[in-house]
Each structure stands twice: as C-alpha cells, then as structure tokens.
C-alpha cells in the first residue's frame, strides 16, 4: 500500500526566511511525486512534479524539490517566502495504476 | 473557460437521505477523482474512473457510490450507509489515465448533514 508522511502540520515563518517543508511516501513501484498548494480561497493546484531524471525539480513561483531515493523524501523548499505563500501545501505520490494518495497537508502561514 | 464545476458549493441534507454530488469538467479528460477532505486529514481518495463505464474503489469508498456514464461527468452519491458523511468533497480529473498525470481540482462543494 501507498502512503504518504508529512511531518509539519503548521508552519509559520517571516517574510525572506526560508522554506522546508518534509515529505516522505512509501510506495514500492515507480514514484511519481507531486507537490500542490491551496491558496486561500482558490483551488487546489499543481505546485511541482517529479518522475524521472534529474532529482531537483523546480516548480512555480521559485519552489523547488528534491527526491531522494535512499530516504524516501520529497521535501520542497523555498529559498525566501513571501506572505503570498501563505496556504496549504500537500505532497502525493501517484501509483503506475493511477490511484493517487495524497498526505495530511502543511499549513504554511508567511508574516508580513 | 476550461475547467471543472461542481455544484452546489454548499448542501445541506437530512439524516437517512442519499445525496448526489455533481462534478463535470470540459477539458477533455479521461480520468476523474472524488476525495474526502476533512480538518487535519488532507485528501483521502474515495473513488477514481480512468476510463468511462469503469471505475475503482479508493481508500474510503464505503457508503458511496459512482457513476461514470460520460467521460465528462462523474457523480458521487453519499448514501444513508456513510456513517460520517459531513466533510468537503472534492472532485478532480487528469488528461490520462496512469501516474503520471497532474490533477486538476474543483471547487469543491461543502456537504452537511443534520
């Protein structure tokens, strides 16, 4: 069975600090990794995605993530939030079926 | 605009009383989703469809039920058998079936039962 960890279930930073928010699946096929964010009000929306090739992806407005292999891990990072960033993100992991398993989500709150 | 409706955002039902939920997208896609979204639980997969006439049970299917009769329609009927049936219901599609394929999501719509 599939399964998704996000460790970080509120997160709250200041404005220019950095981002790093923790996810680890469990999967034993082929991962395809996703990460994507529910800004207030709006739908949620793809953020990143990884499948194959080069381990750090990058995604919109300046998110990035790395897949590492050997720990499971999908973290996404940020180098300077801003207080736009402030939604829910949620890491999922897709199986080669189709089915879509998604983690409890991170809360991220940015202070002006 | 392409894109996916679900209707209405709020429902309100009685106790006992099966609900369908609509959710239809015009992007020409072959696979659709239901997830359950409910505080501290992120989204849990009740149903997918990858093709029309077929579908598969998620994690969470128990007193649901789908259809998937056009390929731009997938309903999801919350039956009197969901012991637990007031959360956010989310619908969702991707172009293809198979895992490499982003979600496109909905609104949502809000389902409260009294």
């Known amino acids: 069975a599939q399964s998704v960890s996000q460790h970080n279930h509120h997160v709250i930073l200041s404005e220019a600090a950095s981002l790093e928010l923790g996810c680890n699946y469990s999967?034993?096929?082929?991962?395809?990794l996703f990460w994507y964010v529910q800004y207030p009000g709006q739908h949620l929306q793809l953020l990143l995605k990884?499948?194959?090739?080069?381990?750090l992806v990058k995604g919109i407005k300046g998110f990035e993530a790395e897949f590492i292999k050997s720990k499971f891990s999908f973290n996404l990072r940020k180098p300077s939030v801003q207080w736009s960033d402030t939604a829910e993100y949620f890491c999922?992991?897709?199986?080669?079926?189709?089915?879509?398993?998604f983690g409890d989500g991170t809360t991220l709150t940015v202070k002006p | 605009d392409g894109g996916i409706t679900q209707s209405p955002k709020y429902l309100f039902r009685k106790e006992g009383q099966n609900v369908t939920l609509s959710c239809e997208q015009n992007?020409?896609?072959?696979?659709m989703y239901w997830y359950r979204q409910d505080p501290g639980q992120g989204l849990r997969l009740i149903y997918y469809?990858?093709?029309?006439?077929?579908?598969q049970k998620g994690d969470i299917a128990e007193g649901y039920s789908v259809s998937r009769e056009k390929k731009e329609s997938f309903p999801l009927t919350v039956t009197s058998a969901q012991k637990n049936p007031t959360a956010f219901y989310l619908c969702?599609?991707?172009?293809?079936?198979?895992?490499?394929?982003?979600?496109?999501f909905g609104p949502g719509t809000r389902l409260t039962v009294l």
């Open positions: 969702a599609s991707s172009k293809e079936r198979g895992a490499y394929n982003e979600q496109f």
């Open positions: 992007l020409n896609h072959d696979a």
């Open positions: 469809s990858q093709i029309v006439n077929d579908f």
């Open positions: 999922a992991v897709n199986s080669n079926a189709g089915k879509s398993t």
């Open positions: 999967y034993g096929g082929t991962v395809n």
């Open positions: 990884y499948f194959s090739g080069d381990p």
